[in-house]
């Protein structure tokens, strides 16, 4: 039976292919690739060009595949008709159904009773019709991420629009959890490549807040427009609302707009303090890459905070802090500017516009500052190389209104300008490149009242390196290290820069950055590289890197840059800090990473001839889900803090994981108050469990500072940024709300 089956496979193959060789497939006419067609029986009709194939059958043509056990192909239009265990599979998913209507040349066609697969979507519904390559549309039926016979959850939908990969939009959807309703949305639209949730609510408690629920819609208007509706009720202080907005433009980029206003109506206010605060911030971001070498960034960003104003202690209020820590503590001081970038075919222009929108801290406008910049480049056919820094621009240094007020407003227009020459050459084993520089920068006013002064200042030096190696015969997987060859480099380096006394001593400008205040300067930087190199599964890996660097200053004048922190020290030449910097790679799952800093520049220093900092990472990755972090970070003066954690599966439902930080000194100020108790800092021990589609985090949190607080978080794992969340705390929860 089975060599029968085979035989007749065969002779449909054989069929098939005559037919195309013999010039009866209209895809040898039309020069395109054939229409391959596997079956028990395979007939051809040249009367209709028609192919009539039944039992097993396999087409495939133009990367698509149809399976199904009955088979009708007009090989003139290509269009065909499947029956049977119809299943019709492309890069882009699986469609089954009971019969599929499908033209082969532009991959369109009609699916009756449909299961559909497209990563990480399961869906079924009544008809599926596939209108392009990209895209198919489902009619009354469901999709899921749950592949399980009786789904944990679905999306019933009247029609969904399914672009793999890409996105889907749905209308009047029901939101079944087993086979109860729970939801019901008007329309779906939900973005495969900004995999975020479409509603989003978060439950909990916190100290300052009292329980409270952070609710985010999100919408699209068009396809260039999304973005997230926001509604807020913290108990104690009141309601809050904003949203945030995504557009993307066809001709002049993208960018982001965001507005978030509360009235706040604290509780438990003291005296005659005010009851109610208006709180808002506003920002925009946008983003126009112009051509390959030109772009254009803008971001703008406004705060109105009546109730930092009035506040006994500003320092207590910020609203960034208060609403959005995790934008504070990423820039908890944000600056509005336009940035304009052009990239020359060797150098590059950049001006940039930067206004002060907001009043608590200090800031410089810059109205605007021009950037040109020439990285070193030969001149000509010489041996010399050429480098240019140049910056203009007209500049207002303004202080912070808020308390403390620091009324040090300083104005001044300023055109800077640094040319370097330099001459590489190796000497002997030596790359050697010696170089001098002039700078020049022009005021418009002194500090004292002077006009038009030009400061000049003259700087010569030179680097020096070079590589020396040595390569060992070493062939060892003694204790598992997989030792194939070692090489060891050693790379010291050395740099010297002497900087002339400047022609206008820095008390006489204005002193807007660092470019105002140059002194005098004689210092060599000493470098020192150490280098274990093998090979691990035929590529070179750095086994072992050792940096160790620091400065000599030579023959210290008074008033010299500060390599000498503290200007009483004896001015005599000497080492400033080493530092080190160390990495190790015993295993391809193991990571050791640390640096340290041993203090030499403050003779009255408490640290001096110290290690004053250490710190050091392990990480060590045994398997997936199976991973171990050990840290430490010791300051001789101050805290000495071990962190340690560990993610375990224990078994394919559920995973465990811990972490813990545990400072082993007390930390005390100048005054004798202890300001860091010794202890343990924080404690976080997470159980996990697998719900097939969905994953279940319970987490239980303690730090010294905020309490106690258990999370529960439901994590798609289709898409894992999908969480919703129910916190707990017993005091406070964790920092950061949206």
């Not at 089975?2 to 005559?18: D, E, S, T």
């Not at 190696?469 to 790379?491: C, E, M, Q, S």
């Amino acid at each position: 039976m089975l060599n029968n089956f085979k035989l007749v496979n065969l002779l449909g193959c054989v069929l098939a292919f005559l037919l195309l060789s013999c010039g009866l497939v209209t895809a040898e006419e039309n020069k395109e690739s054939p229409i391959i067609i596997n079956g028990d029986n395979v007939e051809y009709s040249a009367d209709n060009r028609e192919v009539t194939a039944t039992g097993n059958i396999e087409v495939t043509y133009k990367g698509s595949k149809l399976t199904c056990n009955k088979l009708k192909v007009n090989m003139q239009t290509k269009e065909g008709l499947a029956e049977g265990n119809a299943r019709l599979q492309d890069s882009k998913g699986v469609v089954t159904g009971e019969k599929i209507i499908y033209n082969f040349a532009n991959k369109t066609g009609v699916i009756l009773n449909a299961d559909f697969r497209a990563n990480p979507y399961f869906g079924k519904a009544k008809i599926v019709e596939k209108v392009s390559d990209s895209e198919f549309i489902a009619k009354r039926g469901y999709f899921t991420t749950c592949s399980m016979d009786q789904v944990h959850y679905r999306l019933a939908i009247k029609k969904l629009n399914m672009f793999p990969g890409d996105k889907t939009q749905a209308k009047q959807v029901t939101l079944y959890l087993g086979t109860v309703p729970v939801a019901y949305l008007p329309c779906f639209n939900y973005s495969m490549k900004e995999p975020f949730m479409h509603v989003q609510v978060e439950p909990g408690k916190r100290k300052d807040w009292g329980p409270y629920v952070l609710s985010a819609w999100r919408y699209n208007i068009t396809d260039n427009i999304d973005g997230r509706l926001l509604l807020d009720y913290r108990n104690k202080l009141g309601w809050a609302e904003g949203f945030y907005s995504n557009y993307r433009t066809p001709g002049v980029g993208k960018g982001e707009f965001k507005f978030y206003y509360t009235n706040e109506k604290p509780s438990n206010q003291a005296g005659n303090a005010s009851t109610e605060y208006q709180r808002y911030f506003m920002r925009w971001r946008h983003k126009w890459d112009i051509d390959q070498r030109t772009n254009f960034i803008a971001e703008f960003l406004k705060i109105t905070d009546k109730r930092w104003k009035d506040d006994v202690k500003p320092s207590n209020r910020n609203f960034l802090k208060d609403y959005f820590f995790r934008e504070y503590e990423k820039d908890s001081q944000p600056l509005s500017y336009a940035l304009f970038h052009h990239a020359f075919n060797y150098s590059s222009l950049d001006v940039i516009l930067q206004e002060r929108t907001n009043h608590w801290f200090d800031q410089i406008e810059k109205t605007p500052e021009i950037n040109y910049n020439l990285p070193s480049l030969q001149l000509g056919q010489t041996p010399f190389y050429f480098e240019n820094i140049s910056q203009m621009g007209n500049y207002n240094k303004k202080g912070s209104t808020m308390s403390p007020v620091t009324n040090d407003a300083v104005t001044v227009a300023r055109l800077d300008t640094k040319n370097t020459l330099s001459r590489p050459m190796k000497v002997s084993f030596v790359q050697f490149r010696p170089f001098v520089s002039s700078r020049q920068t022009f005021y418009d006013k002194g500090a004292n009242g002077q006009d038009g002064i030009v400061r000049t200042i003259f700087y010569s030096g030179a680097d020096m390196s070079t590589k020396f190696y040595r390569v060992f015969n070493v062939k060892t997987d003694f204790l598992g290290l997989d030792i194939n060859g070692l090489r060891h480099v050693i790379t010291p380096t050395i740099g010297y820069l002497y900087t002339h006394v400047p022609t206008i001593p820095a008390s006489n400008i204005k002193q807007i950055d660092t470019v105002d205040f140059i002194n005098r300067g004689n210092t060599a930087s000493l470098g020192l590289s150490n280098k274990l190199q093998t090979k691990r599964g035929g590529q070179s890996i750095d086994f072992v890197d050792l940096l160790v660097t620091t400065e000599y200053v030579l023959d210290p004048k008074s008033g010299d840059n500060a390599f000498l922190n503290n200007p009483t020290n004896k001015l005599s030449s000497q080492l400033s800090d080493i530092l080190f910097k160390l990495k190790i790679l015993p295993y391809s799952w193991m990571r050791f990473e640390g640096d340290a800093t041993y203090e030499h520049s403050d003779h009255d220093s408490v640290n001096y001839n110290s290690f004053s900092l250490v710190n050091y990472d392990i990480g060590i990755d045994l398997d997936k889900d199976r991973t171990m972090i050990f840290g430490q970070r010791y300051e001789r003066k101050g805290k000495n803090e071990v962190t340690a954690g560990f993610t375990w599966r224990l078994s394919p439902k559920w995973k465990f994981g811990i972490y813990e930080r545990y400072n082993f000194k007390k930390v005390k100020d100048s005054t004798g108050a202890v300001i860091l108790d010794s202890g343990s800092q924080e404690q976080e021990y997470t159980l996990t469990r697998d719900l097939h589609c969905w994953e279940l985090d319970i987490t239980l949190n303690k730090k010294d500072i905020s309490g106690t607080s258990i999370f529960f978080t439901f994590r798609l794992k289709a898409f894992p940024e999908n969480e919703f969340g129910f916190d707990q705390s017993v005091s406070e929860k964790k920092s950061g709300a949206q």
